[in-house]
């Protein structure tokens, strides 16, 4: 504390602090005390903000203010709705200039496509029916391309398997469940391509039939709907 208060901590001794503060934040949920939770949390974004002061070139310092927003976000999902979608949004911000910066760098591709559907959590919570949707689909068209051009990563893939879940959970409490088989249409097309290149990814081939089995699970709900 006393070297980022000096101004002379590195980036590390930032990422170092910040990370200290988050986990005592996690101490103070585990003994449920919520209030010194989220002082911890504020003290963690002070930190990020003056090592952004000091090294505003740090795309690492960027990232980690984008995930403390995130974080910061769902910790005020049971206060008053508009405050997590404030900080949502800047945490989308954030991943949104860093993947923009950096279109090959994956990791900012994937904060990027998860920083949408949070957006879109906290639309949900809003009522915002049309725009969480809306963001649900930016986030997964991103993940998507992601996996298409990374197949032989399995963060990437797992990661689509992941994003699928939240999104028929999501469709579903925003009674759009009839949206959900468009989404997964999308998605077959393309990755099926990626397939046929490459017939020997197995992992590839279970994440299409998953798809597809979401599809007609889903197809078959909304007819009955």
């Known amino acids: 504390e006393q070297l980022c208060e000096d101004e002379k901590g590195h980036v590390a001794t930032y990422r170092l602090l910040v990370n200290i503060y988050q986990d005592i934040s996690d101490v103070r949920l585990d003994i449920n005390d919520p209030a010194m939770a989220r002082a911890a949390l504020d003290k963690a974004e002070g930190v990020l903000v003056a090592g952004m002061a000091q090294y505003p070139d740090s795309v690492r310092l960027r990232e980690d203010a984008g995930q403390l927003a995130r974080r910061i976000g769902y910790s005020l999902r049971e206060d008053a709705p508009q405050k997590p979608l404030e900080k949502q949004l800047e945490s989308l911000a954030i991943f949104t200039e860093l993947a923009q910066a950096d279109q090959g760098n994956h990791e900012a591709q994937h904060n990027l496509g998860w920083g ?104 078959a709900s909304a007819s009955k709907s």
């Open 116 to 219: 949408h559907y949070c957006v879109a959590l906290s639309l949900a919570d809003t009522d915002q029916v049309e725009m969480a949707l809306d963001h649900l689909g930016q986030g997964w068209q991103i993940i998507v391309v992601q996996c298409s051009r990374n197949p032989n990563d399995a963060r990437a893939r797992n990661t689509v398997t992941l994003y699928l879940d939240e999104l028929v959970l999501l469709h579903d409490h925003l009674q759009a469940v009839d949206q959900v088989p468009t989404r997964c249409r999308e998605a077959v097309l393309v990755l099926q391509p990626v397939i046929e290149t490459n017939p020997d990814n197995i992992a590839m081939e279970a994440i299409l039939d998953r798809i597809r089995v979401v599809m007609r699970t889903s197809l």
